[in-house]
């Protein structure tokens, strides 16, 4: 089941910006990566933009060799044509490559570039994603990675920053800072046009995360620039940065109230109103975008605290609200809950949690009184576990659903 299900999602997003057929959509304005290669174009003196095949590269020309991000769709005609383009503004060879993370359309050609003597610059993770990912040719690793938040690249007295301000479109994500020149490339943790943001979850760093995809946005719009680069499409001001950040924003704390409110994941995509932000969610991996929203990814919805031989306390501690205190009682053959928190899925989670400390099935829940942050995950365990409760429980219960539908 694992395993067919990570084979879909690796299907999905071979290739991020050719991964759903939104993105071939009449909205992309012809940049897509089943054209070649397109024109250099100058973003300002000394950087150029060249996109077409896969992502936009960026070239960074010094006095003593280029600076290139990303490589384009794997194949020697994307080679050739990127390396013509290069040539076209400059004789200087390529010395460094940055990669932004590790998807085909921004790696395709490393090992090319490896061969002509230049270094590949990636984040750890991104090395690391490239262990599992399932893509023909397999892009090669970079030559050099860094584990932590930074790296600084100098040459001909230029200097390029490179930052992992944490996961957004990958765990291995890195945001590409041009000081002197005010720009900044965010490949594909921004899109352009109708095309909506891309969770990838797979990977065995972790994958992408929409919450700290959150925080990495917020940490670009700190940034000093007036142009930023996006993976795929036109050249973006700070404002469109700033308005892509407020749309993703929105989009992420709806479908948090939806799971916080107990919409059951099968039925999240569909409630979640994102018309009027232009964009159709690209979620290939619904169960992880509900975990991580839920609190569950992380295992940290609650905090399992032993206070006594098979006695665990559980606090709430994750990003979703959980409602009351729990306790599980293990026994010998199953466990005993008190409480079942403020909604069905702190009650999913609780379970979730449960299970890093014991893999013994919950027989009895107790509900200490009938109010709703200790009762409302009552439904998970329904028909699974007897719920016990004094009879004043029923009838609380009852009557306050009642009292809230009216
Ligand atoms: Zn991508
Ligand atoms: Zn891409």
């Known amino acids: 089941m694992m395993t067919a299900m990570k084979k879909l999602i690796v299907a999905f997003t071979v290739i991020c910006a050719s991964a759903s057929p939104i993105a071939q959509g009449p909205g992309r304005g012809g940049r897509g990566p089943a054209q070649g290669v397109q024109p250099i174009q100058q973003v300002k ?30 194949g020697d005609q994307n080679y050739n044509d990127l390396m013509t383009q290069i040539k076209s503004v400059t004789e200087q060879p390529v010395k460094f490559v940055i990669v932004t993370h590790h998807h085909a359309d921004h790696t395709g050609n490393d ?3 490896l061969e002509a003597g230049a270094q590949v610059i990636g984040h750890e993770n991104l090395k690391r994603n490239l262990e599992t990912y399932q893509n023909n040719p397999l892009p090669a690793p970079p030559s050099i990675t860094y584990p932590g ?24 994500d890195s945001i590409v800072y041009y000081p002197d020149l005010k720009v900044v490339a965010l490949s594909d943790a921004v899109t352009t046009g109708t095309t909506g943001p891309l969770i990838d979850y797979a990977g065995s760093a972790g994958g992408g995360s929409a919450l700290e995809w959150k925080q990495v ?23 469109d940065v700033q308005a892509y950040k407020t749309k993703f924003d929105t989009m992420i704390d709806r479908a948090t109230a939806l799971v916080r409110s107990g919409v059951p994941k099968e039925q999240l995509l569909m409630q979640l109103k994102t018309d009027d932000l232009g964009w159709t969610p690209r979620v290939p991996n619904i169960e992880a975008f509900y ?29 979703m609200v959980t409602g009351s205190n729990n306790v599980a009682i293990v026994g010998d053959r199953d466990v005993l809950v008190v409480d079942t928190g403020t909604s069905p899925a702190a009650a999913r989670a609780f379970i979730e949690d449960l299970k890093l400390v014991t893999t013994k099935p919950i027989r009895y829940v107790v509900n200490t009184h009938f109010h709703y942050d200790h009762t409302d995950g009552n439904q998970v365990y329904a028909g699974k576990a007897d719920i ?18 009216s």
């Open 111 to 113: 090992a090319k570039f």
């Open 217 to 239: 946005l917020a940490r670009v719009m700190a940034l000093d620039f007036d142009a930023a680069i996006p993976g795929n499409g036109p050249v973006l001001t700070k404002a």
């Open 388 to 405: 016990i409760a004094h009879d004043y429980v029923k009838y609380g219960c009852i009557a306050s659903r009642t009292r809230r539908r």
């Open 291 to 319: 975990n991580e929203l839920s609190g569950i990814a992380t295992g940290k919805a609650y905090k399992l605290e032993k206070i006594a031989d098979g006695v665990f306390y559980a606090t709430a501690t994750g990003s």
């Open 45 to 74: 003196p000394g950087l150029y933009v060249v996109a077409g095949a896969g992502a936009n590269s960026l070239v960074r020309v010094t006095s003593a060799g280029v600076i290139l991000m990303d490589t384009k769709l794997p």
């Open 149 to 172: 938040a930074d790296y600084l690249v100098k040459l001909g007295g230029v200097e390029v920053q490179v930052h992992h301000y944490g996961r957004s479109h990958t765990s291995g």
